[in-house]
């Protein structure tokens, strides 16, 4: 079984979501040590920075587009996932973001990762 420190850890790259501000990162590092009884927790950016240290978490850009793709699990997915996702979904209410360009500028360019994570899977629209 995991000890509490390593779904401690765990928890914290789920939260840390590369949209969530430095600001809200510490907000949410301080209400799960509060949740914990950890009363004495400051949520500062030297805790966050030897957190990232002590784990071997990185900060690295976002780049190119992860071309090992699993093509068995995507036909997989699309016959028998997909048909289950839009049985109540009118033909007008299904769309490819792809296609539509919306919010395209609003994507992180980096992310927090364990060190040995590859960062590939992302695509940019270029105008």
Not at 72 to 96: G, R
Not at 108 to 121: R, V, W
Request: hydrophobic share 30%; glycine share 6%; charged share 30%.
């Amino acid at each position: 079984m995991d000890s509490p420190l390593v779904s401690i850890d765990s928890f914290i790259v789920l939260e840390c979501h590369p949209l969530i501000t430095p600001d809200t990162r510490g907000e949410k590092a301080q209400d799960f040590s509060n949740l914990i009884g950890d009363s004495d927790f400051k949520a500062t950016d030297g805790w966050l920075t030897r957190w990232k240290d002590r784990n071997i978490i990185v900060y690295r850009k976002l780049h190119g587009e992860n071309q090992d793709t699993d093509s068995a699990s995507a036909e997989d997915w699309s016959k028998d996932v997909w048909p289950t996702l839009i049985k109540d979904c009118k033909p007008d209410q299904i769309f490819n973001t792809d296609e539509t360009g919306l919010y395209f500028r609003a994507l992180p360019e980096h992310t927090l990762l364990f060190k040995n994570e590859s960062t590939g899977g992302c695509r940019k629209v270029r105008e």
